[in-house]
Nanobody, 122 residues
Framework: VQLQAFGGGLVQAGDSLRLSCTAS????????LGWFRQAPGKEREFVAA????????AYSHFAEGRFTISRDNAKKTVYLQMNSLKPGDTAVYFC????????????????WGQGTLVTVSS
C-alpha cells in the first residue's frame, strides 16, 4: 500500500488545518491508519489512529480534544483535522498503515507515506 499525505502549510497559532492521506490500494479498507509527527530535532511521535471500520480511534495526550482523525474508505483517504494549532504542533506529519490495531506503536506500522510539513507561527 502506498500512502501519500498532503495538506500541510504555514498557519498561525489558533488556526485549523486538515491533513489528508490517500492510498493506492484497495486493501486500504482493511488496515488501521495512523498519523505520526516529527518536530525538528525530536523523535517521531504518535498523533492519532483509527481502525478500519472507523469504530475506534486513539489519540495522543496532546491531540486529544484538538485533533480528530477520520477516514473515508470509499475515497481511500484518512484525514486529520487539527484545530487550535500551537507553535509546538510544528512538525512533519506522516500517515501510516498497519494490519493490526497497535495504534501508537510505530514499528507495528507496515506502510508509511512521505511527510507533509505543518508550520504554526506564533
Amino acid at each position: 500500500v502506498q500512502l501519500q499525505a498532503f495538506g500541510g502549510g504555514l498557519v498561525q497559532a489558533g488556526d485549523s488545518l486538515r491533513l489528508s492521506c490517500t492510498a493506492s490500494e484497495h486493501t486500504f479498507t482493511d488496515i488501521t491508519l495512523g498519523w505520526f509527527r516529527q518536530a525538528p530535532g525530536k523523535e517521531r511521535e504518535f498523533v492519532a489512529a483509527i481502525n478500519w471500520r472507523a469504530s475506534d480511534a486513539a489519540y495522543s495526550h496532546f491531540a486529544e480534544g484538538r485533533f480528530t482523525i477520520s477516514r473515508d474508505n470509499a475515497k481511500k483517504t484518512v484525514y486529520l483535522q487539527m484545530n487550535s494549532l500551537k507553535p509546538g504542533d510544528t512538525a512533519v506529519y506522516f500517515c501510516a498503515g498497519q494490519i493490526g490495531t497497535y495504534y501508537d506503536i510505530q514499528h507495528m506500522y507496515d506502510f508509511w507515506g512521505q511527510g507533509t510539513l505543518v508550520t504554526v507561527s506564533s
